[in-house]
């Protein structure tokens, strides 16, 4: 088990945060509750995944089976901090101060009074039990038993969902404990915490997201909450290959603020050499419609265009598609290797 330092988790914010409380404001706890988020401890936070529910209702399957062989109805997605992000990305789904009109510190997690891994993982288990119990073959048509008992038993967590990962005391130990109950585990970071990421326990596949392809549209579309978020983001990305872990970037492509500059995010993407590169449409969901426009959200075809720009000129392959949830997957390699269940 690698830990990492508690001091490495304090971001230093633009603004003063002195007088906000790190709790979860009781008004963001009943927004999230509404929007079918089951919270776990201070600030944990699970929520079914629709592809769940059409895997085991109609055998559909989400681009991340597709594409790295993780099965949709087995996949669990979750955050240890639902609150907390060091980024007010205006594509996010998450629900942000200026969403319930309540403030509080988005940077800041104190390891005490913060759940323990096993806390959470036993809580995410607890709430994907719950939400399978719509879906018992005896009261829902078109689930099959064998599916049904499948899901009951996940073999992968996805920590993504909303909120900054790294930003968690306890990360590495959270991708141990996951580990360690025989699952695998993606998690997806902004990539402002490269300290965080030199130090603990490697996910099966890490994801960085690069949304955007300069400094300038950063700070306008991702509005970071700390000093030298770009730069850390930079070092993040120059991290990736010495990680020794599969490593993905998501490129989260909003229409007229950030699809444009392939050069640079081609630029970018050398940078790391990640594995594989994800290039995905924003999709107008959740919070983020409040800040955005339907109409910032790029058709499949840009996406696919984009891509092929892309590949072009990183050299790598366009490996698969998903139409669906518009998203295309570049490759390093030719052959890719599906994720191996522990
Ligand atoms: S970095 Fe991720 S969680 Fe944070 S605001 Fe941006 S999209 Fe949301």
């Keep these: 088990m690698r830990e990492h330092c508690q001091s490495l ?7 003063s945060t002195v007088d906000l409380t790190e709790d979860m404001p009781e008004k963001l706890r009943e927004r999230l509750s509404k929007q079918g988020y089951h919270l776990i401890g201070e600030r944990g936070a699970y929520k079914a995944c ?18 790295y062989g993780i099965q949709s109805h087995r996949c669990l997605q979750m955050t240890p901090v639902v609150d907390k992000c060091t980024q007010n990305c205006q594509f996010c789904w998450r629900v942000t101060p200026e969403d319930v009109g309540v403030a509080w510190d988005q940077l800041h997690v104190s390891r005490s009074p913060s759940s323990t891994p096993s806390e959470l993982l036993d809580g995410v288990l607890m709430a994907n039990l719950r939400t399978l119990g719509g879906f018992n073959p005896e009261i829902a048509p078109g689930v099959t038993q064998e599916m049904y008992e499948e899901a009951r038993q996940p073999r992968h967590v996805a920590v993504s969902l909303a909120g900054e990962p790294t930003l968690y005391p306890q990360i590495g130990e959270l991708i141990d404990e996951i580990h360690s109950r025989g699952m695998t585990s993606f998690l997806v970071t902004n990539g402002t915490n490269p300290d965080v990421l030199k130090s603990m326990t490697m996910p099966t596949q890490l994801y960085i997201t690069l949304a955007a392809p300069d400094e300038d549209t950063h700070r306008t579309l991702c509005r970071p909450g700390i000093r030298n978020a770009w730069k850390q983001t930079l070092d993040s990305q120059e991290l990736l290959g010495s990680l020794g872990t599969r490593t993905v970037n998501r490129l989260t492509m909003v229409s007229k603020r950030n699809m444009h500059s392939p050069r640079s995010y081609a630029k970018l993407i ?73």
């Design 50 to 67: 629709q592809w769940q529910k059409k895997a085991l209702t109609h055998g559909d399957f989400c681009y991340k089976q597709r594409f």
């Design 9 to 15: 988790i304090r971001p230093e914010p633009v603004g």
């Design 270 to 342: 050398l940078r790391g050499e990640p594995d594989f590169v994800e290039i995905k449409a924003y999709m107008h969901l959740g919070s983020s419609r409040r800040r955005l426009a339907s109409n910032n959200s790029p058709s499949h075809r840009e996406i696919r265009a984009f891509s092929r720009d892309l590949s072009a000129l990183t050299g790598y392959y366009v490996a698969d598609e998903q139409v669906e949830s518009r998203v295309v997957l570049l490759s390093r390699r030719k052959h890719i290797n599906k994720v191996q269940h522990a």
